[in-house]
């Protein structure tokens, strides 16, 4: 899904699931292309690492594509995202497409969560309900709970970029999301055991 804060994908009936590197490697290559060009063009060196991210998004969709012969609409979405933002950056010289680029797919993450509600297609009883069983209502709390989190995560990237150093936002981006995602699924476990229970 090439994004960092997104609920862990189901796996698909009938399909291999993709491998977690597919979603994570093109945020390392982005991660250690910033620290190289870094070093020596340090005014333009996150315009030219958002731009490495973009291709190596692009080259992990269409392996898995080719590997795997399936992909989500997520992975796509978030390539096409990505490309666009770094495109943008290039064109107008202007860094704050990257910095803004997870801004905005976390507020749309939310958005269509708690669109999903509103139109009986839960979100995130699609990416969770292979996996686990619960009531429709209960599926609802949970969808308004990772909106809530989209929403922060939102808010968040927006505090950081604005407040910190342009290193400390890289860093975080890759090393900082990705656990705050994991620690957020972790406390949601309770309610899930609660109110449901895990499909065999």
């Known amino acids: 899904m090439t994004e960092e804060t997104l609920p862990p ?10 491998p977690f590197w597919i979603d994570f490697g093109p945020l390392l290559i982005f991660f250690a292309a910033f620290h190289y060009f870094k070093r020596g063009n340090p005014d333009d060196a996150l315009i030219w690492a958002a731009g490495v991210l973009a291709v190596a998004a692009v ?8 590997k795997y012969k399936h992909t989500s609409p997520i992975l796509i979405f978030s390539t096409v995202v990505i490309g666009g933002f770094a495109l943008a950056a290039f064109i107008f010289d202007d860094k704050r497409f990257v910095f803004m680029k997870p801004t905005v797919m976390n507020a749309i993450f939310g958005a269509a969560v708690l669109g999903g509600i509103l139109f009986k297609k839960n979100v995130i009883k699609m990416f969770m309900g292979p996996a686990f069983e619960l009531p429709d209502d209960k599926w609802n709390v949970m969808a308004v709970r990772w909106a809530l989190f989209f929403f922060a995560m939102a808010i968040l ?15 975080f981006k890759v090393f900082g999301f990705l656990p705050l995602t994991i620690l957020f699924t972790a406390t949601q476990i309770p309610f899930l055991t609660k109110y449901g229970k895990m499909r065999e």
């Open 59 to 66: 080259i992990a969709l269409i392996y898995a594509w080719l």
């Open 157 to 171: 990237n927006e505090l950081i970029w604005r407040n910190m150093s342009e290193s400390f936002w890289a860093n």
């Open 9 to 18: 994908a189901a796996k698909l009936e009938g399909k291999k699931k993709l």
